[in-house]
């Protein structure tokens, strides 16, 4: 491994299908676009719905994504493939500290945005500490592998994959029995390009098969009047070329005090997706955790100073490298590069806005599962013992409290589903690693 701040990114052998593109490696530079594009539509639906959820201007958030992750690439060194998009952790605390009560802009944004910069900030300090206990520890990769070890992080990443299962499955439902069979269309539709197709465009399944879908979709709907018709009349009247709404923070002890708690979920994802990529790369990106703690917090502070939300590794992410096997850092400052000029363009949030809801749902299915079935993987590269009553118990209990969204709330501070059995696994484990380990018979 290079010595230099950032690695010196050399041109991958990509001709045979399958082959594992490290971070440290590049593709050429047409098939680093297409990648990248690939990227900006697998965070696009849930970049959106986050702010949307809260009020908050999507454009901003797709603008802020995009710079977010060039922060992100700049603390890491451009060692940790991430992209950062809107965070569901903030949904909460947020509606909480406005009143917003959906429907349009949220005239309360200001006291969310101050009190997400003070959440970015205590994260980025959090990470500041870890970086400094990774300096001095040498390999820095000790105290967090007994912390977490495989068997964890294995539960921990499949946990954020099942979380959002009922999401996915409640868009891919739809509202009629047309919307139910255009979701699953789509995941035939990606499902069939991952399969049966080669090369560059099996390595772009989630793009050409969203494309293929919403293809299919106007067909039937616009061409046989079995559904919605996509209405493209928005995108007809958008401007090409504009800007966001920006919005200024207000700062308020009350709403600080509800909202800087959700860095400690932060943490947690971010630090299952640096352990799910470690796995995935087969590289140790351990050292670089303190590092990937500080971008996401200084991203997050720049984001909610403008009017953007809160930001995080996304798992939407980690599960096109899965299925594609592209690490290559170089492909998220392309995807954050897209995401920044789309972010000035009304035309294109227009254009977003017309993809259907059920190709969306059945997208979601897709990626969603892969996420979990990133955890599994790690327990499978790690041949974690299952024979032990420790790791049994461990995965069991992390799967069903995430899965069953387990949220414990003391006041005003809140603790979804992730959260609880991220740190729920990761206690559960240190209380039961001392005991001998006794083989299920």
Partial sequence: MSNSYFPRWRLADDA?????????????????????????????????????????????????????????????????????????????????VTGYAGGGANANIGVALGAIIACGLAYTLIGVLVWIVNARSGSGANWIDALMPPVVTGAVVAVIGLNLAPIAAKGAMGASGF??????????????????????????????????????????????????????????????????????????????????????????????????????????LDRYLGRAFVGDGVATMVSGAVGGTGVTTYAENIGVMAVTRIYSTLVFVVAALIAIVLGFSPKFGALIQTIPGPVLGGMSVVVFGLIAIAGARIWVVNQVDFSDNRNLIVAAVTLVLGAG?????????????????????????????????????
Wanted: net charge neutral.
């Fill in 16 to 96: 045979e299908p399958g082959v594992i593109i490290a971070p440290d490696e590049r593709l050429s530079w047409p098939k680093n676009v297409a990648m990248g594009a690939q990227h900006v539509v697998a965070m696009f639906g849930s970049t959106v719905l986050a702010p949307l959820l809260m009020g908050f201007d999507p454009n901003v958030a797709i603008l802020m994504s995009g710079i977010g992750t060039l922060i992100f690439f700049l603390f890491v060194g451009g060692r940790v493939p991430s992209y950062l998009g809107s965070s569901f952790a903030f949904i909460g605390g947020v509606i909480a």
């Fill in 179 to 284: 919307d139910t069979f255009m979701a699953l269309v789509t995941i035939v539709c990606v499902g069939g390009i991952a399969v049966y197709t080669k090369g560059m465009v099996q390595r772009l399944l989630i793009l050409v098969g969203l494309i293929l879908a919403c293809v299919v979709y106007a067909v039937l709907a616009n061409g046989m009047g079995l559904g919605k018709p996509i209405d493209f009349s928005g995108v007809a009247a958008a401007a090409w070329i504009g800007l966001p709404h920006f919005a200024a923070p207000v700062f308020k002890a009350e709403a600080m005090g509800l909202i800087v708690p959700v860095a400690i979920i932060l943490v947690a994802e971010n630090l299952g997706h640096v352990k799910a990529v470690s796995a995935m790369t087969g590289q140790d």
């Fill in 405 to 441: 969204d387990f949220t414990i709330k003391i006041g005003d501070f809140m603790l979804g589903g992730i959260g609880t059995a991220t740190f729920g696994a990761i206690i559960l484990y240190a209380l039961l690693r001392r005991r001998k380990p006794v083989a299920v018979n």
